[in-house]
């Protein structure tokens, strides 16, 4: 198989599939904002899935050694990450993890349980820690440039842990090694401990420029045992519908506090989940490198028309959801309109800022066919013209 242009470009009639994307808002809207992609998966994912369900038997499955295998095999040979298999701890999903360890903190440091958190940020974080009764410390990140530039470091005092989000989303900024090691000597001050959401990290736009894991630049054990990582294929192979991801906890205190009551509290692993992570980890290289071709030029589309806006957009490096400034569109807008309305009122769906903790910006999820985006694109464009008229 060919994961050339044509492969992406090849529509998928999503509305028929259960889709939350393509059906929360009906047949005449073009969805850009729930973060899956309108991809087909690599047909090696695709093969796998279809020997498992052609056996006709769905029973319990256990922890796939091969699918952690493929994890373990894939960090190592692309991003350096030694990945010892006893760290392993399967999810359904990252936002399980994030409860889970904003749950640690409140039991292990209930004296000192404040998380920080980087705002915006995906909203889950939030969530998280209010469902959780933990008590966040926001940290407000810049929009362009150095997203911690304003960051003070006094903030963490007295803080018990960070919750990271790398790459970051909505931003799409791709931390370096620098700017992750002053998180990890903020860390090492203020004895905090870090859980950073790596989803994208398969997702980086630009060669030369690679994702880093955390974890991977910590210096000594101590350093290492403060850390949790969280891995997954479903954005990057866009599976995420089969509920597979990964928690990487070296310390075993940390790790056996973190699996408490797991098999009470935390789904497991389904049958499909583990399949397509192998498949996806094992042969989905090729057709990872294709899709970032064709998002690169889906980036191009959507940066001319923000530039025809003259709206200012988030220097997108990696992920697939770009970050775009709508608050000049606010004023504008009729009482008791939002952005969201008035962008459904002429067939688009976008994410609202708000809810990541930035109003008046809009987050576009680029992943889907290219004459799709074009078509979404034109019809922002009227609605933009309609709130300048």
């Given at each position: 198989m060919?994961?050339?242009?044509?492969?992406?470009?090849?529509?998928?009639d999503r509305?028929?599939?259960?889709?939350?994307?393509?059906?929360?808002?009906g047949?005449?809207?073009?969805?850009?904002?729930?973060a899956?992609?309108?991809?087909?998966?690599?047909?090696?994912?695709?093969?796998?899935?279809?020997?498992?369900?052609?056996?006709?038997?769905?029973?319990?499955?256990?922890?796939?050694?091969?699918?952690?295998?493929?994890?373990v095999a894939?960090?190592?040979?692309?991003?350096h990450w030694?990945?010892d298999p006893?760290?392993?701890v399967?999810?359904?999903?990252?936002?399980?993890?994030?409860?889970?360890?904003?749950?640690?903190?409140?039991?292990?440091?209930?004296?000192?349980?404040?998380?920080?958190?980087?705002?915006?940020?995906?909203?889950?974080f939030?969530s998280?820690a209010?469902?959780?009764?933990?008590?966040?410390?926001r940290?407000?990140?810049?929009?362009?440039?150095?997203?911690?530039?304003?960051?003070d470091?006094?903030?963490?005092?007295?803080?018990?842990?960070?919750?990271?989000?790398?790459?970051?989303?909505?931003?799409?900024?791709?931390w370096?090694?620098?700017?992750?090691?002053?998180?990890?000597?903020?860390?090492?001050?203020?004895?905090?401990?870090?859980a950073?959401?790596?989803?994208h990290?398969?997702?980086?736009?630009?060669?030369?420029?690679?994702?880093t894991?955390?974890?991977?630049?910590?210096?000594?054990?101590?350093?290492?045992?403060?850390?949790?990582a969280?891995?997954?294929?479903?954005?990057?192979?866009n599976?995420?519908?089969?509920?597979?991801?990964?928690?990487?906890?070296?310390?075993p205190?940390?790790?056996?506090?973190?699996?408490r009551?797991y098999?009470?509290?935390?789904p497991?692993?389904?049958?499909?989940g583990?399949?397509?992570?192998?498949?996806?980890?094992?042969?989905g290289?090729?057709?990872?490198?294709?899709?970032?071709?064709?998002?690169?030029?889906?980036?191009?589309l959507?940066?001319?028309?923000a530039?025809?806006?003259?709206?200012?957009?988030?220097?997108?490096?990696?992920?697939y959801?770009?970050?775009?400034?709508?608050?000049?569109?606010l004023?504008?807008l009729?009482?008791?309109?939002?952005?969201k309305?008035h962008?459904?009122?002429?067939?688009?769906?976008?994410?609202e800022?708000?809810?990541?903790?930035?109003?008046?910006w809009?987050?576009?999820?680029?992943?889907?066919?290219?004459?799709?985006?074009r078509r979404?694109?034109?019809r922002?464009d009227e609605?933009?013209?309609?709130?300048?008229?």
């Open positions: 060919r994961y050339d242009e044509a492969f992406f470009d090849t529509p998928l509305a028929q599939s259960d889709s939350i994307k393509w059906t929360q808002y047949p005449e809207v073009i969805p850009l904002w729930i899956d992609m309108d991809f087909r998966a690599c047909d090696e994912v695709v093969q796998a899935l279809t020997r498992r369900a052609q056996e006709g038997c769905y029973g319990y499955a256990r922890d796939s050694e091969a699918a952690i295998e493929a994890m894939y960090h190592r040979e692309h991003y030694e990945i006893a760290w392993v399967p999810q359904p999903g990252v936002v399980t993890s994030l409860n889970l360890f904003c749950k640690l903190l409140r039991e292990l440091r209930p004296e000192r349980s404040d998380v920080l958190i980087g705002e915006p940020v995906y909203h889950h939030m998280a209010e469902l959780q009764h933990v008590r966040e410390r940290i407000d990140l810049a929009f362009q440039g150095a997203p911690l530039a304003n960051f470091p006094a903030q963490a005092a007295g803080a018990g842990g960070w919750l990271f989000c790398n790459p970051e989303n909505p931003l799409g900024h791709l370096s090694p620098e700017e992750l090691r002053a998180v990890l000597d903020v860390a090492k001050q203020n004895d905090l401990l870090v950073s959401d790596e989803i990290g398969g997702l980086v736009l630009d060669a030369p420029y690679t994702y894991p955390m974890m991977a630049l910590a210096e000594d054990d101590a350093e290492l045992n403060r850390l949790m969280f891995v997954a294929p479903s954005k990057t192979f599976i995420p519908g089969l509920g597979c991801a990964f928690a990487i906890i070296p310390d205190q940390l790790r056996a506090h973190f699996t009551d098999d009470q509290i935390v497991a692993v389904n049958l499909f583990w399949v397509g992570a192998e498949a996806a980890y094992r042969y290289e090729p057709w990872r490198l294709g899709m970032l071709a064709y998002l690169r030029k889906n980036r191009a959507l940066e001319a028309a530039a025809q806006w003259k709206l200012p957009l988030c220097r997108l490096d990696a992920t959801l770009a970050f775009l400034d709508g608050t000049s569109l004023p504008k009729k009482p008791g309109e939002t952005l309305s962008f459904l009122r002429y067939g688009v769906a976008i994410h800022g708000a809810i990541f903790g930035a109003p008046g809009i987050r576009l999820n680029i992943a889907t066919q290219r004459d799709t985006l979404a694109l034109e922002m609605a933009i013209g309609a709130l300048r008229a």
